[in-house]
Each structure stands twice: as structure tokens, then as C-alpha cells.
């Protein structure tokens, strides 16, 4: 049921900011963990962010401070606020939303992200 789609993604200078939404149906955004991850040329997908219904954030380490994941469950969407992005930051950011008892999980199609110095 239904599909998670991301926007906001670009070109960026290094030091700057972009913010990600992510928005699903109520039935799959609803009751789950959201989350972000991205995939770098030539490295594995690796977690971002996530965000639990309650408000439980998880970051990496390596954007810790710099990243900022919220959700607006009145709309079913999910963002990424990220600031002093640095080019080590270049990747294909996907939307994730991970649903236990039952256990469902749903990937948007990904976003570029990049990075120039």
C-alpha cells in the first residue's frame, strides 16, 4: 500500500544546508520508525537517521550534530535537515520506513544529494 517519496535534494557548496521530506500514506508512515540512509558511490547503504513514533532519534555518528530528523505525523511526512554538509556527505539519500508486529519495510526511490567543495 502505497509508496514513500522523497524531494529536496541537489547541489549544494560545501557549508551549506538542504532539507529532505518524505511523504507516504498514513498507513505506512503511521506506527512505524522512519528513517534516513544514503548510499555513497563505491560504499554500502549506511543509516542516517531515524525517528520513532515517540520521538526516539538515532543518528550516525558522522552527522551527529549536523543532521536533524523530524516528522509531522499530521502529514505523513518525514524530514532531514541537514546543515554544514561537507562533500563526504554526497550520496543517494533514501526515505525508509520500518513498521513492527507486523513487521513491514518501505524505501522511496532515493534523492542525489552532492556536495561540491
Known amino acids: 500500500q502505497g509508496q514513500l517519496v522523497e524531494s529536496g535534494g541537489g547541489l549544494v557548496q560545501a557549508g551549506g544546508s538542504l532539507r529532505l521530506s518524505c511523504a507516504g500514506p498514513?498507513?505506512?508512515?503511521?506506527?512505524?520508525?522512519m528513517g534516513w540512509y544514503r548510499q555513497a558511490p563505491e560504499k554500502q547503504r549506511e543509516l542516517v537517521a531515524t525517528?520513532?513514533?515517540?520521538?526516539?532519534?538515532n543518528y550516525a555518528d558522522s552527522v551527529k550534530g549536523r543532521f536533524t530528523i523530524s516528522r509531522d505525523n499530521a502529514k505523513n511526512t518525514v524530514y532531514l535537515q541537514m546543515n554544514s554538509l561537507q562533500p563526504e556527505d554526497t550520496a543517494v539519500y533514501y526515505c525508509?520506513?520500518?513498521?513492527?508486529?507486523?513487521?513491514?519495510?518501505?524505501w522511496g526511490q532515493g534523492t542525489q544529494v552532492t556536495v561540491s567543495s
Open positions: 525508509n520506513s520500518d513498521r513492527q508486529s507486523p513487521r513491514r519495510v518501505y
Open positions: 498514513w498507513s505506512i508512515f503511521s506506527f512505524s520508525t
Open positions: 525517528m520513532s513514533l515517540g520521538g526516539y532519534t
